[in-house]
Nanobody, 122 residues
């Protein structure tokens, strides 16, 4: 059973920074999604198993960076210049045999973490 454990969420002021972590029980194609109240879960960023390829949603491009440390089986989401609209529960997800794409959908991923709340105050 694949286990994903997120950490690093919290309250941050607009313009500030936050780093989320996701510890996995193996090495997978990884993604970050977020879900705000009353909205569907949306793609944020993804990274290949090697870490050599990354993809971002347009809404976070240039502000967020996804990375991974394969020695620790941990994926990170560095969030800079955050905005109130970034407020959501952030989930990490692991996928098996996901082809490279410009965007990703929740149904493509096989395993999910429990989520971590990020709140950005204005």
């Amino acid at each position: 059973q694949v286990q994903l454990v997120e950490s690093g969420g919290g309250l941050v002021q607009a313009g500030g920074s936050l780093r989320l972590s996701c510890a996995a029980s193996g090495r997978y194609f990884m993604g970050w999604f977020r879900q705000a109240p009353g909205k569907e879960r949306e793609f944020v960023a993804a990274i290949s198993r090697s870490g050599g390829s990354t993809t971002y949603a347009d809404s976070v491009k240039g502000r967020f960076t996804i990375s991974r440390d394969n020695a620790k089986n941990t994926v990170y989401l560095q969030m800079n210049s955050v905005k109130p609209e970034d407020t959501a529960v952030y989930y990490c997800a692991a996928g098996v045999a996901i082809p490279y794409s410009g965007t990703y959908y929740p149904e493509q991923f096989n395993y999910w973490g429990q989520g971590t709340q990020v709140t950005v105050s204005s």
